[in-house]
C-alpha cells in the first residue's frame, strides 16, 4: 500500500480564514496517526483536503505516485474509492436498514442503474456479512440505523469505510459523540482492523489519552500549522501546552488516565 505525502498544504477560505499552513507530513503504509489540537486548528480541514472534500488552496497531495490534487473529476472518483471515510455523526441513511448503509460503501464500484436500484453482487453482500460480523454487528443487518446505539451506528460507519477495500482511512472525530468505554471500544476497533489490513489511517480525534493509548504517531496543529510531529509519549505537558495553551496538564493526564480506566470499566454502549 502507498505512502501518503503531504508537501506545504495550505488553505485559505474566501473570509481569509487561514485554515492550514504550509503543512507537510510523510505517513508511511500501515502508520495509525493522530491529529490532536484546538478547535479551529485545521484537523478536519486536513483530512477533507487530503481526499478533496475541500480543494486545498497550495501545495501538493501524493497517494504513493499519484498527485491527487492535479487529478480531474472522473479519476478523482475513482481515487476516493481507495480513501475510507468514517464521520463524527456517521452520515448514516437513518431510514435504511444496516445492511444498505454498509453496501452504500460499494457504490463507487458499482454502474449507475445498479446503484440506483440497490443492486449489488453476492460477493459484495457477502463481504458486508462478513464485516458486519467483525465489527461486532453479526444478526443486526436488518435493523434500520436509527434504531441504533451511537456506538453500533460508527460500527456501522467502519464496515462501509472497509467495504471500499481502501489503502487509507480518514477518521473525523469517531468518540465524539460517544461514552469513555465505547470511545475506547471503537478507537481499539479501528486500530485492530488497520493492523489487519495493514492499512493507513488518520485519525482526528479531540481526546489527548485516547490518541496516546491507541495512536502510533501524534501530530499537533495549532492555527494551522504542524507544532508537534512524535511519538505518543512525547506529549509532554510543556508540549501539550504548546498545542492548546495553559493548563496544569499533570493533572489533566491524571485525570484522563482515571477517567479511561472508570470508562473501561463502566457499562456504556457497545
Known sequence: MPTLTLTNLTKRYPTGDLALNDVSLDIPEGQVLALIGPSGAGKSTLIRCVNRLVEPTSGAIALGD??????GSRKLRRMRRRMGMIFQEYALVERLPVMENVLSGRLGYVGFWASWFRQFPREDISQAFNLLDRVGLAGMEDKRADALSGGQRQRVGIARALIQNPD?????????SLDP??????????????????LTAIVNIHDVPLARLFAERVVGLKSGAVVYDGSPEGLTPDVLTQIYGEEDWNATKEDGDKFLTQGEEAGGES
Open 181 to 198: 468505554k465505547t470511545s475506547r471500544q471503537i478507537m481499539r476497533l479501528i486500530g485492530e482492523l488497520c493492523k489487519e489490513r495493514g
Open 66 to 71: 499519484l498527485n491527487v490534487t492535479q487529478m
Open 168 to 176: 487509507l482511512l480518514l477518521v473525523d472525530e469517531p468518540t465524539a
